[in-house]
């Protein structure tokens, strides 16, 4: 497998999860199952197979993750759990994005080479931008907004449909590979 400069960093609800499918104990409580989007199971684990490096960046419970990424057969392809739950802040707090930062190993001056791609403008895009990574907002679910309400909230990239994420991953690598 060959290694890649690109680093993705992945909320999971509403970005891999439809959270329309969730089923909970109780209203706010843990997830039990899940499905995917369309197509996003698959552009995740060719994503993984293709060699990149995936960071989950999540707010929610850890319990639910597990459940559902395992239930899901993604549980293998991250290479760091972030999730609120577990670091006591949610996004977009940059403990976040330095947990998983630190997580990997990574420094500062390995910013220029991580995405970040989640479905909330306010949290993923915001937190992403306020962290200095490049924000790619997945503009599938109806019931989050499209718009930004503030400039920081403007996402780098738009993506309307999961298998639209890896030929952005792939151009993104491309370019690194070329400033290199």
Known sequence: MQTRNLIIFTDIGDTVIDEGTEVRTTPMGVVHRADCIPEAKETM????????????????????FRNTMTENGLDHIFATWVISEAVGAEKPDQRMFETAL?????????????????NNLSRDVLGANRFGITSVHLCWSPR??????EPEEEPDYRIYHPSELLPLVEKLENRLHNER
């Open 45 to 64: 684990l060719h994503i993984y197979e293709r060699g990149y490096t995936i960071a989950m960046v999540a707010d929610g419970l850890v319990e639910s």
């Open 102 to 118: 630190s997580n990997l190993g990574l420094t500062e001056a390995d910013k220029p080479r991580i995405i970040m791609v989640g």
């Open 144 to 149: 989050y907004p499209r718009q930004a309400a």
